[in-house]
C-alpha cells in the first residue's frame, strides 16, 4: 500500500478502538510513549512504515491508565491465531493485519532489530509494556504483539 498516516485502530476480538496520535523519538533518542492519562491513545512510531507499507508499522499504547484502570493495549496477552487488527489510514483505506505472535521482552533485552528491523512484507508491531514489579512500581518488560498483512 502506499504511504498514509494512521489515524484509528480496531482489534474487534478485544472491543479495542483507539485514535492515534503521531510519536516520535524525545531528545535522548529514545521512543516517546503516549501520555499517561486515563484513556489515552495509542499512538503510532512516525519514523516506521506506515501501516500497509513494506517494512514494520510500529503502535505503542499503554497496558494501564494513571487511574489504575485499563489502558489501550490492556488486551493483547487475549490476542489469538486468526484475530485481526484493523488501521484506518488518511487516504481512507483500512490496512487489516492478522496475528501471528506475542512475544514478552525484558526491557534491558529488547531485541531492537527482530521488532523494528526491515522485514519482506507489511507487517505491524503493537508494544505496550508488561511484567509489573509490585516493589517496584515499574513495568520490567515490554510485550509485542507480531501482525502480517492480509488485506489493504
Not at 503510532?44 to 489504575?68: F, I
Request: with cysteine.
Amino acid at each position: 500500500m502506499p504511504a498514509s498516516r494512521p489515524v484509528s485502530l480496531t482489534i474487534p476480538s478485544t472491543g479495542t478502538t483507539s485514535q492515534l496520535m503521531s510519536l516520535g523519538l524525545q531528545d535522548d533518542r529514545t521512543l516517546e510513549v503516549p501520555p499517561g492519562d486515563p484513556g489515552a491513545p495509542a499512538g503510532w512510531y512516525n519514523l516506521s512504515p506506515t501501516p500497509g507499507e513494506r517494512g514494520p508499522a510500529v503502535l505503542l499504547g499503554h497496558v494501564n491508565a494513571t487511574d489504575g484502570g485499563p489502558g489501550v493495549f490492556a488486551k493483547l496477552r487475549d490476542l489469538g491465531a486468526g484475530d485481526t487488527i484493523g488501521v484506518t489510514r488518511e487516504d481512507g483505506t483500512t490496512a487489516t493485519f492478522e496475528f501471528q505472535r506475542g512475544e514478552q521482552y525484558a526491557k534491558d533485552a529488547f531485541p531492537t532489530q527482530t521488532v523494528y528491523g526491515n522485514t519482506e512484507g507489511a507487517e505491524l508491531r503493537l508494544i505496550t509494556c508488561d511484567g509489573f514489579d509490585p516493589e517496584t512500581g515499574q513495568f520490567d518488560d515490554n510485550y509485542v504483539v507480531y501482525a502480517t498483512l492480509v488485506a489493504g
